[in-house]
């Protein structure tokens, strides 16, 4: 079973070459010095908007043997938290997903629906960057429509459990941008209320900060529930590695998403 890419061509360019491209347009002047991570929060928009931003994050992550990809499920197809099964297809070629860590999970509230993964960006277009900067890895990607506190500390312990289950090296990434549509200086106001308590890996304060900024981050939930497993696998804080908006890209900061690359260390 395959899943084919969905946002080729869209959000990322479609062709081998013209990929590569881009990727090293992304890392350009980033620097490659890596951190030790359990963690982290990479946006997913087009990457002429988000991609520097992310790459600033897949530049410092250190290799792994599995990284576990948690996304928002913006179409709410298929469980409200869904695993796959299948091997993903991207322009830069396959990935396959870690069976055994799948396996961990089964009897979690996490499901494997091939449903909720099918026409999905959020975790679609971090695989790119996995695969131009790493070699020889697998995946797990988790999809939410549910983003509450008390379901992300779920999917969060699960993780965390399923890590201890396989005993291998394992790096929880969160795929998430952050205010959406808003001005500019408003969005990076209620932005920096948001990341300054993920980087406390504070849980209760993130959920907060997220209902009292009235924040439009899509992926609260995948956030969330990364916070939570990175600190059972022993995370002690989080480091902003960049932040920037649409509005730096486009010009126009009347309207703009906020997007964050976060260390979770």
Known sequence: ???????????????????????????????????EMKGAVVPHAGYIYSGSVAAAVYARMPPAETFVILGPN???????????????LTPLGEVPVDEDFVEALRGSIIDTDETAHRQEHSIEVQL???????????????????????????VGESIAEA???????????ASSDFTHYE??????????????AICELDVAKFYRAVREVNSTACGVGPVGA????????????????????????TGDRSSVVGYGGIAII
């Open 183 to 196: 001005p500019d200086s408003i969005a990076r106001e209620k932005d920096k209320r948001v990341i300054d």
């Open 1 to 35: 079973m395959r899943r084919r890419p969905a946002v080729a061509g869209m959000f990322y360019e479609s062709s081998v070459e013209a990929l590569r491209r881009q990727l090293e347009e992304c890392f350009a002047g980033v620097p490659r010095e890596e951190i």
């Open 128 to 154: 790119p960057f996995l695969q131009f900067t790493f070699q020889n890895f697998k995946f797990v990607p988790i999809c939410m429509s549910l983003h509450d506190e008390d379901t992300a500390k779920e």
């Open 226 to 249: 990364m916070l939570v497993a990175a600190k059972m696998l022993g995370a002690t804080k989080g480091l902003l590695l960049k932040y920037a908006t649409s509005g730096d890209i």
């Open 163 to 173: 890590v201890l289950k396989v005993k291998r090296r394992v790096i929880v990434i």
């Open 74 to 88: 913006h179409y709410l197809a298929g469980s409200a938290v869904a695993t796959s099964a299948a091997k993903w």
